[in-house]
Nanobody
Framework: VQLQASGGGLVQAGGSLRLSCAAS????????MGWYRQAPGKQRELVAT???????EYGDSVKGRFAISRVNAMNTVYLQMNSLKPEDTSVYYC?????????WGQGTLVTVSS
């Protein structure tokens, strides 16, 4: 399974960005998909996950501001990020589970300026 993320960039505080991540490769179906982030000197943390049925989970710091969604037919997961804060600055990684294995994308940098 290969994951290709896109959509990162530089945005001012209060702005919005949308991340996308598409899974490709030889698999029958993708299970849970999600986004995690890791800032310099910090541990990787949960941003949001979504099951095939659309059940979502969010990290406390992004609840009410971020929204995760997916299109199963396209094996793609999205992260809509609104009301961005400087503390959201991080490398965002998409993840996907297939055959009991967690796969990771290469990461996309999101920088929020104050």
């Amino acid at each position: 399974v290969q994951l290709q993320a896109s959509g990162g960039g530089l945005v001012q505080a209060g702005g919005s960005l949308r991340l996308s991540c598409a899974a490709s490769g030889s698999f029958r179906s993708i299970g849970d998909m999600g986004w995690y982030r890791q800032a310099p000197g910090k541990q990787r943390e949960l941003v949001a996950t979504v099951t095939r049925l659309g059940i979502t989970e969010y990290g406390d710091s992004v609840k009410g501001r971020f929204a995760i969604s997916r299109v199963n037919a396209m094996n793609t997961v999205y992260l809509q990020m609104n009301s961005l804060k400087p503390e959201d600055t991080s490398v965002y990684y998409c993840s996907a589970r297939a055959y009991g294995i967690d796969y990771w994308g290469q990461g996309t940098l999101v920088t929020v300026s104050s």
